[in-house]
């Protein structure tokens, strides 16, 4: 494992990121997802840029082998490979090292506005009875992104602890179904604010907001109006 990243300035020296490095890619024809280029960056330098620049205590990517990391970053990967989202988390989240208190980001690598709305998830402090922080939103009705949050580290391990009892492994668990039980705030925002890569529809749509050429029915949307029109937590 390489070593944590450098803290950005300003970053928060309790928290850690860990970068989900997602699926194989099958409704996109079976691309590494990671190095995917959009506007001119490559998927996990432009996660990892916005991770490292709120999150002190290190961000660590959970990818295959062939995947270039960012200078700075750590790598792991779930053993054995292909186990889920969660088995990636519970491999990142092993690899970092979260003192008392701490708090870990999770973020899929699909997700190119993790800079736009990390803020938000990071705005106030967690409510003492809060396990972690969430993001809600999406098409064609809003729901729960568990891979758009931050959780309290301690909390995010028992509950990993718990599938792995309840199952046998944590391989193949849904992260839903595991996380579920954690008492989580959520952030209310717009479905294109928590838009990920999933279909080259979402692929087309990125490159234009990230080249500043919006489609039409896109046009009033700046990165940012999603997540500020709402934004509210609640608890």
Same mark, same amino acid.
């Given at each position: 494992?390489?070593?944590?990243?450098?803290? /950005?300035?300003?970053?928060?020296?309790?928290?850690?990121?860990?970068?989900?490095?997602?699926?194989?890619? *099958?409704?996109?024809?079976?691309?590494?997802?990671?190095?995917?280029?959009?506007?001119?960056?490559?998927?996990?330098?432009?996660?990892?840029?916005?991770?490292? $620049?709120?999150?002190?205590?290190?961000?660590?990517?959970?990818?295959?082998?062939?995947?270039?990391?960012?200078?700075?970053?750590?790598?792991?990967?779930?053993?054995?490979?292909?186990?889920?989202? #969660?088995?990636?988390?519970?491999?990142?989240?092993?690899?970092?090292?979260?003192?008392?208190?701490? #708090?870990?980001?999770? @973020?899929?690598?699909?997700?190119? /506005? @993790?800079?736009?709305?990390? %803020?938000?998830?990071?705005?106030?402090?967690? $409510?003492?009875?809060?396990?972690?922080?969430?993001?809600?939103?999406?098409?064609?009705?809003?729901?729960? *992104?568990? #891979?758009?949050?931050?959780?309290?580290?301690?909390?995010?391990?028992?509950?990993?602890?718990?599938?792995?009892?309840?199952? $046998?492994?944590?391989?193949?668990?849904? @992260?839903?179904?595991?996380?579920?039980? #954690?008492?989580?705030?959520?952030?209310?925002?717009?479905?294109?604010?928590?838009?990920? @890569?999933?279909? %080259?529809?979402?692929?087309?749509?990125?490159?234009?907001?990230?080249?500043?050429?919006?489609?039409?029915?896109?046009?009033?949307?700046?990165?940012?109006?999603?997540?500020?029109?709402?934004?509210?937590?609640?608890?």
């Amino acid at each position: 494992m390489a070593g944590l990243s450098a803290a /950005g300035r300003g970053a928060r020296p309790d928290v850690a990121a860990i970068v989900v490095g997602g699926g194989g890619g *099958q409704r996109l024809g079976g691309v590494s997802k990671p190095d995917l280029v959009l506007g001119g960056v490559r998927l996990i330098d432009r996660v990892c840029a916005a991770l490292t $620049g709120a999150c002190g205590a290190g961000c660590v990517a959970v990818v295959p082998p062939a995947v270039r990391v960012p200078d700075g970053v750590a790598r792991t990967l779930e053993d054995p490979p292909g186990g889920g989202p #969660l088995a990636g988390i519970d491999a990142g989240l092993s690899a970092l090292n979260l003192g008392e208190g701490g #708090l870990a980001v999770v @973020v899929s690598v699909d997700a190119p /506005g @993790v800079g736009e709305f990390v %803020p938000l998830l990071l705005a106030e402090p967690l $409510g003492e009875a809060a396990d972690g922080r969430i993001l809600r939103g999406g098409e064609p009705e809003p729901f729960d *992104q568990y #891979l758009m949050g931050v959780y309290r580290a301690a909390s995010l391990r028992r509950a990993i602890d718990e599938a792995a009892a309840a199952y $046998g492994s944590v391989r193949g668990v849904g @992260v839903r179904r595991a996380l579920r039980s #954690l008492a989580l705030e959520r952030v209310e925002v717009d479905a294109l604010a928590c838009r990920d @890569v999933d279909t %080259p529809e979402d692929l087309a749509w990125w490159e234009a907001r990230l080249t500043r050429a919006l489609p039409r029915e896109n046009a009033d949307y700046d990165g940012r109006s999603g997540a500020s029109r709402r934004g509210v937590i609640t608890r």
